[in-house]
Structures are given as structure tokens and as C-alpha cells.
T-cell receptor, first 117, second 106 residues
Framework: QVQFVQSGPEVKKPGASVALSCRAS????????IHWVRQAPGRRLEWLGW????????KFSQTFQGRVTITRDASANTAYMGLSGLTSEDTAIYYC??????????WSPGTLVSVSS | DIVLTQSPATLSLSPGERATLSCRAS??????LGWYQQKPGQPPRLLIY???NRESGIPARFSGSGSGTDFTLTISNIEPEDFAVYFC????????FGQGTRLELK
């Protein structure tokens, strides 16, 4: 079955950067895209961007353009997300999720990123 | 970005009743709208994709309708496990989410 294993929770200072990983299993990684989505306390879910697992092309939310990077290692079935210039507003649970033809279907358990001085 | 507005914010119903949840888009998303269920401490679960298509394994009591800017998720004959937060997601180029509707036990 489709499963994701994410890197562990992170605690960062304001201004720092964070790097998260997401290892997929149970499907052909190259045939689907991986999205990154976050859920901050009291706020609606926010989409950060996606990467095509096979071709590696990406698309980002304008909200995060210039601050987010998404890469993948198809040989390791793993996607990576980096976010720079962290503020307390970036404190959230970060999910990776798979999409088929643009439809987000399976989600990871999520990992908490806390930003605090 | 397209803004999705869900209503009501909270819906208080009893098992066996019918729930009707609404999602309105600030501009047309054609049929590219999905519905998800989320329970505390869990990731979202896809219920309906492209407005009206039930995902594999989702019970038939969940149904979706609508197109353009107005969409509805209906849960007929609510089961105890259905009490959760439901949100909509549009995927026209960029992706945006509704703020969610909490279905709670009356």
C-alpha cells in the first residue's frame, strides 16, 4: 500500500532554514507527483508546491516562491522540501502527499516544524 | 489565488441524519474540486475527487455534486465515525483549500 516516511520534527530559530524529507513506498515513484502542504494552528491548509517524481519539474505557490525548494531522488523514492527565512508563522505540521493526474490522494502522517526564538 | 469558502463552520447532527456541506469558489474551478475528511492527529483522507467521483473504498453514503463555483458534499445517514472536519480543495493550476467544516455530534 502507499506509504510515506518523513524526517523527524524540527525546532528552528527565526531566520533559519529547514529541510524535510519524504520517502515513498508502495507505488511507482516516477509515475506520480509529490506535493508539500502545511497545516498551521488555526489556519487553513496551505499548498507549497509539487514535484514530478519522474521528470523532476516543479511548480510552487506564489506565496512561497523564492523561499521554498523541492527536489527529489527518484532512485531513493524520496522527495525533499526546503524552506528558508523561517518565522513563527511557519510553525506548522508539514505533509507530503502523492497526486495522480493532479488529484492529491495519499498523505503522509506529517511532521512538526516549530519556529521559536 | 482562488479562495474557497466553506459553510457552515460547524454542523451539529446526530447519527442517522443527513449532512450537507457547502464549498464556494471565488471564481470557477470547473469540476476540479475534491473533498477530504480529517480526524484529530491524522492526515486528510480523500473522499471525493473532481466534484462527484467517490474515491475507491469510500462508503456510498458520501456523495459530491456541483461545478463552476458551487459544490456540495452530502453524507447521508451519518455514522459515528463520520464526525470529523471536512475540507475542500481546488486544483486549477495552483491549489487552495477551504477553511473546513466541523461535523460534530449533537
Amino acid at each position: 500500500q502507499v506509504q510515506f516516511v518523513q524526517s523527524g520534527p524540527e525546532v528552528k530559530k527565526p531566520g533559519a532554514s529547514v529541510a524535510l524529507s519524504c520517502r515513498a513506498s508502495g507505488y511507482n515513484f516516477a509515475g506520480f507527483a509529490i506535493h508539500w502542504v502545511r497545516q498551521a494552528p488555526g489556519r487553513r491548509l496551505e499548498w507549497l508546491g509539487w514535484i514530478n517524481g519522474g521528470r523532476g519539474d516543479t511548480k510552487f505557490s506564489q506565496t512561497f516562491q523564492g523561499r521554498v525548494t523541492i527536489t527529489r531522488d527518484a532512485s531513493a523514492n524520496t522527495a525533499y522540501m526546503g524552506l528558508s527565512g523561517l518565522t513563527s508563522e511557519d510553525t506548522a505540521i508539514y505533509y507530503c502527499a502523492r497526486s495522480r493526474w493532479g488529484i492529491i490522494d495519499y498523505w503522509s502522517p506529517g511532521t512538526l516544524v516549530s519556529v521559536s526564538s | 489565488d482562488i479562495v474557497l469558502t466553506q459553510s457552515p463552520a460547524t454542523l451539529s447532527l446526530s447519527p442517522g441524519e443527513r449532512a450537507t456541506l457547502s464549498c464556494r469558489a471565488s471564481q470557477s474551478v470547473s469540476g476540479y474540486l475534491g473533498w477530504y475528511q480529517q480526524k484529530p492527529g491524522q492526515p486528510p483522507r480523500l473522499l471525493i475527487y473532481d466534484a462527484s467521483n467517490r474515491e475507491s473504498g469510500i462508503p456510498a453514503r458520501f456523495s459530491g455534486s456541483g461545478s463552476g463555483t458551487d459544490f456540495t458534499l452530502t453524507i447521508s445517514n451519518i455514522e459515528p465515525e463520520d464526525f470529523a472536519v471536512y475540507f475542500c480543495l481546488q486544483r486549477t493550476g495552483s491549489y487552495t483549500f477551504g477553511q473546513g467544516t466541523r461535523l460534530e455530534l449533537k
